[in-house]
Each structure stands twice: as C-alpha cells, then as structure tokens.
C-alpha cells in the first residue's frame, strides 16, 4: 500500500460525524499513552495531577496541573501529593514534619491547622513529589468533574 493509498483510507475513516467519533478516541489514546509514558519515567503511577482546592493557595491555584516525580522518602518542605482516607483525588499538601515511626505530617499553605489524616502519612500512601506547575491545564478536568457530580469544590480561583 503506497503512501496516496493510506492518506485515502485515512479520509474516508474521518470524514463526518464517524471521523469526529474516531478523532474523540484516538486523542484519548494518545492521552492515556502519554500519562502512561510519564509515569514510566517519572517512576510513579499518578505523572500529573489537578489542584482542586486552594489549600496550596498562593503557591497552586486551582485548576493548575501538577507534574509529580515518584520520590517516596520526601523532605520537610517538599510538596507531596498522596491518598488519603475518604477523598477520591489525591492531596497535594506540604511536608512540615517526618514523625519517629518513619510517617509525615503534612499541611495545606492556606489551611490554618492539620486535618486529622495529615497527622501520620504512610510512604505507601505517597504517590510522589510536586516538580513543576503548569497553570490553568486542569480546568480541562475540573470542569466536566463538577459537571459529571465528582466534586463539591467550586469552579472558581482562589483569593
């Protein structure tokens, strides 16, 4: 098959409402092949997360999207992002201090005290350390969250 062969195939594969449909779920592919890569080579297996509180206010708004490295054995000062009892997304919350018994305790720059499961983080709950933001990107997310009942955080930035 020559290359004015496959460009053919490929146009009468997405021409119309059946290409719209295609073009959906190939942008999926690549979405998911791309988290997938990341985490291979970020050594963990959630690369990129939303925030969607202002608990890290000023330091992340919501909606900024969150690239994380794999690091199990963070430092006081360092951002985590990790799994906590009764939330379905991961906290994203600063390390302030590494208990005797090899736990951390974490707090929220905005928030004034530590929730109860901040006290006593587990290694195996860490999913890794905050590297870099990238601003507004998680609106993508945020917004059909709302909208789809999987959130009760409001769709506006912090103050």
Avoid at 35 to 42: P, Q, S
Avoid at 100 to 110: A, F, I, L, S, V
Avoid at 136 to 158: I, N, S
Wanted: charged share 20%; proline share 6%; with cysteine.
């Amino acid at each position: 098959m020559n290359f004015s062969e496959i460009r053919k195939t490929w146009r009468s594969l997405t021409d119309g409402w059946f290409g719209n449909i295609v073009y959906i779920l190939l942008g999926f592919a690549i979405a998911y092949s791309i988290n997938i890569g990341l985490g291979f080579a970020l050594g963990t297996q959630t690369p990129v997360v939303d925030v969607v509180s202002c608990s890290m206010f000023p330091v992340y708004d919501r909606g900024d999207m969150l690239l994380v490295a794999g690091d199990k054995t963070p430092q006081v000062g360092d951002v985590i992002v990790y799994d906590a009892p009764g939330y379905s997304y991961p906290i994203i919350h600063r390390v302030i201090k590494i208990n005797d018994d090899g736990t951390y305790q974490t707090q929220g720059d905005n928030n004034n005290g530590q929730l109860p499961f901040e006290k006593s983080v587990r290694p195996s709950q860490i999913k890794g350390k905050a590297l870099f933001r990238m601003p507004y990107l998680g609106w993508v997310k945020l917004v059909p969250m709302k909208f789809l009942g999987l959130t009760d955080q409001p769709l506006e930035f912090c103050k």
